[in-house]
T-cell receptor, first 109, second 114 residues
Framework: DAKTTQPPSMDCAEGRAANLPCNHSTISGNEYVYWYRQIHSQGPQYIIHGLKNNETNEMASLIITEDRKSSTLILPHATLRDTAVYYCIPSSGNTPLVFGKGTRLSVIA | NAGVTQTPKFQVLKTGQSMTLQCAQDMNHNSMYWYRQDPGMGLRLIYYSASEGTTDKGEVPNGYNVSRLNKREFSLRLESAAPSQTSVYFC?????????????FGPGTRLTVT
């Protein structure tokens, strides 16, 4: 499994874009990059995933570098409800997720 | 759809007692998972079931058993609870094919072993 490096914590002003980076330099060719978040005490929530191309859905955008060694999750207009721990997880698909420590995002009013 | 449901929400056990945590999903998913999360830590995989009729150990299987009762249900059993098993337990499911591997999680069971 690819190892990931994420900053332990970040702050973001409400209404601004939150850009969460993740390094996954050992990712293998068949591994997607998945992003999940966990709001306090709740079960993790799937956000988005991608292989090579940038992806966007109703929750977020995912930018993956051309060499696939890093990615950035973008929450375009962060709200207080986006305060959570965000996990970047490389996975080849139908395999169990390996959770690291993630980034604790605090959205500040 | 209820998604992934877990029972009970909270449980307190004495050391040596046994119990079964129940998990059910109504999304017709093939794969199901059990994770535990200790305070301040990330989730760790206990067991998973890639499809009905199969189960495999994860990172921390000792002290646990699982049963994939049918496609919908995946239970986790603690035969003789220990204080080290105090944790929050999350069940998850995923479709597991057709390129749809994202996992959906239940609300968790908070277990305290005294």
């Amino acid at each position: 499994d690819a190892k990931t490096t994420q900053p332990p914590s970040m702050d973001c002003a409400e209404g601004r874009a939150a850009n969460l980076p993740c390094n996954h330099s050992t990712i293998s060719g068949n591994e997607y990059v998945y992003w999940y978040r966990q709001i306090h005490s709740q079960g993790p929530q799937y956000i988005i995933h991608g292989l090579k191309n940038n992806e966007t859905n109703e929750m977020a955008s995912l930018i993956i570098t051309e060499d696939r060694k890093s990615s950035t999750l973008i929450l375009p207009h962060a709200t207080l409800r986006d305060t959570a721990v965000y996990y970047c997880i490389p996975s080849s698909g139908n395999t169990p997720l390996v959770f690291g420590k993630g980034t604790r995002l605090s959205v500040i009013a | 759809n209820a998604g992934v449901t877990q029972t009970p929400k909270f449980q307190v056990l004495k050391t040596g007692q046994s119990m079964t945590l129940q998990c059910a999903q109504d999304m017709n998913h093939n794969s199901m998972y059990w994770y535990r999360q200790d305070p301040g830590m990330g989730l760790r995989l206990i067991y998973y079931s890639a499809s009905e009729g199969t189960t495999d150990k994860g990172e921390v299987p000792n002290g646990y058993n699982v049963s994939r009762l049918n496609k919908r249900e995946f239970s986790l059993r603690l035969e003789s609870a220990a204080p080290s098993q105090t944790s929050v337990y999350f069940c998850a499911s995923s479709h597991g094919d057709r390129g749809t591997y994202e996992q959906y999680f239940g609300p968790g069971t908070r277990l305290t072993v005294t």
